[in-house]
């Protein structure tokens, strides 16, 4: 009996563990989400990047990382999470997951803190992002133009691009390097916020999952959009 009551008190951290492991889930996509809406906040206002609304008006979508770290010594790597929110007929939908990532061999020092957002002007831009996996640079059919957020006047290199990538950083490197970087999906970040699998594709084209903490994020872009004159 005491051995029975014993082993029962071993068990009940482990599953009060496993017990807390979807609450624990749900709070790291939704303190994801919540960062997103402030990057695009600071990233989009009037005084810092009018041309990026300009572009948000008519987007099929946004993918926002708000916090892309990188750090390095001769061998250097970025990594971050993203959200992607497509536009559709005029309607934000809500946040596909991803990841971001990247690695470097060369000269390098310092500690990068970025928050970076690509603007997706093309149905082939959005239809890359949503891939399983897509590299920046690697697919020659997708243009991906990087400009600094803050800079004056949306250049006719930028319209003809799919994706446009503002970033802002703090810290050592004087700037950002996106070619080679891997944005990959993370469906398991999907079905811990929605509580199903979905697909990228499933929740921006079929409007399919919902979730009510996504609705500041989608109400700012939306607003912001329609600031884009």
Same mark, same amino acid.
């Given at each position: ?9 071993? =068990?009940? %951290?482990? =599953?009060? #563990?496993?017990? !807390? #492991?979807?609450?624990? #889930?749900?709070?790291?996509? +939704? ?18 990047? %009018?041309? @990026? ?5 008519? $987007?099929? @979508? ?14 250097? *790597? ?12 005029? $309607?934000?939908?809500? %946040? ?9 061999? *060369?000269?390098?020092? *310092?500690? +990068? ?19 399983? +996996?897509?590299?920046?640079? !690697? ?7 990087? &400009?600094? /957020?803050?800079?004056?006047? /949306? ?5 003809? !691009? ?19 970087? =891997? ?9 811990? &916020? ?19 903490? /996504?609705? %500041?994020?989608?109400?700012?872009? @939306? ?7």
């Amino acid at each position: 009996m005491f051995r029975r009551l014993f082993g029962l008190m071993l =068990l009940l %951290p482990l =599953l009060a #563990a496993l017990g !807390a #492991a979807p609450a624990r #889930a749900q709070t790291e996509q +939704q303190t994801l989400v919540d960062r997103a809406t402030l990057s695009v906040q600071e990233m989009f206002s009037d005084q810092v990047n %009018p041309e @990026g609304r300009r572009l948000l008006k008519n $987007a099929k @979508g946004i993918m926002i990382c708000p916090q892309v770290f990188k750090a390095g010594f001769i061998i250097g *790597g970025q990594m971050g999470s993203c959200v992607l929110v497509g536009n559709v007929n005029g $309607a934000w939908t809500n %946040p596909a997951f991803y990841g971001f990532g990247s690695g470097s061999i *060369g000269f390098q020092i *310092g500690v +990068q803190d970025a928050q970076i957002a690509f603007i997706v002007l093309t149905d082939k831009g959005l239809t890359a992002l949503m891939d399983s +996996q897509f590299k920046i640079g !690697a697919d020659a059919s997708v243009a991906v133009a990087n &400009y600094g /957020a803050g800079v004056s006047g /949306a250049t006719t290199a930028a319209l003809r !691009a799919d994706i446009v990538a503002f970033a802002q950083a703090r810290g050592l490197f004087a700037g950002i390097a996106l070619d080679g970087s =891997l944005i990959s999906q993370r469906t398991e970040w999907n079905q811990a &916020y929605y509580g199903q699998y979905l697909s990228p594709q499933q929740i921006i084209l079929n409007r399919q999952g919902n979730n009510p903490g /996504a609705d %500041p994020l989608r109400e700012v872009l @939306g607003q912001l959009a329609q600031q884009g004159q």
